[in-house]
């Protein structure tokens, strides 16, 4: 079945570094994505989403990367804050309300 | 503009017992989609509903249901809890659910005893 997974559950960095969340998918006909950000006790946040006719889009502070060729996307996130500290998402939402999340990674700032 | 809304922020319940959960989309949003969030098992989808019919579910027991009202904000609710149901429920909205991306709300905890 289609799954969508990060590579890591959990990535500590210094405050002021770059960040670097993966993910891989398994659907190659998926052509949507969404990065989400879950902070402790609330809902998950739009991060920023991309397209498959794009292999690059940026937000502030925030690029993504889409490999279509070996289905792996990446979240960056420039010079980490301790407010990054969170809970990343990558989402498959070909689908719709049926998005595929994958099973997050935790975000670790240290001061 | 508000965000997604819901009600109540945490739940506790005995085995057995039945629970509703609600949600008020974002203002002019039509579609609203329910997810339970649990550690072990990340986010999955339960149903969605559109202009008051649910257009789509997930795989999930009977025992959760959900409707939707003519202003779109929605209810679920499950009966004979199970302590399995513990878990972090989140609501969603967009425009039409289809092509656009989804709005969160805080999510209700529900803890079964």
């Known amino acids: 079945g289609e799954s969508v997974g990060l590579h890591l559950p959990t990535l500590s960095v210094q405050e002021g570094d770059n960040s670097i969340i993966n993910c891989a998918y398994s659907?190659?006909?998926?052509?949507?994505f969404i990065w989400y950000k879950q902070e402790s006790g609330k809902g998950p946040q739009f991060i920023i989403d991309?397209?498959?006719?794009?292999d690059k889009r940026q937000g502030q502070r925030v690029t993504v990367l889409l490999n279509k060729t070996v289905k792996h996307l990446s979240l960056q996130i420039a010079a980490t804050q301790p407010g990054d500290s969170a809970v990343y998402f990558c989402?498959?939402?070909?689908?719709?309300?049926?998005?595929?999340f994958g099973a997050g990674t935790r975000l670790f700032v240290k001061a | 503009k508000a965000g997604v809304t819901q009600t109540p922020r945490y739940l506790i319940k005995t085995r057995g017992q039945q629970v509703t959960l609600s949600c008020s989309p974002i203002?002019?949003?039509?579609?609203v989609s329910w997810y339970q969030q649990t550690p072990g098992q990340g986010l999955q989808f339960l149903f969605e509903?559109?202009?008051?019919?649910?257009?789509n579910k997930g795989n999930f027991p009977g025992r959760f249901s959900g409707r939707q009202f003519s202003n779109s904000r929605s209810e679920m609710n499950v009966s004979t809890l199970e302590l399995g149901d513990s878990a972090l429920y989140l609501c969603?909205?967009?425009?039409?659910?289809?092509?656009?991306?989804?709005?969160f709300g805080s999510g209700t905890q529900l803890s079964v005893l």
């Open positions: 969603a909205s967009s425009g039409d659910g289809q092509n656009e991306k989804l709005f």
């Open positions: 659907n190659s006909a998926s052509d949507y």
């Open positions: 991309i397209r498959s006719n794009m």
């Open positions: 989402a498959d939402f070909t689908g719709g309300f049926k998005t595929i």
């Open positions: 203002s002019g949003h039509r579609s």
């Open positions: 509903y559109f202009s008051e019919t649910q257009r």
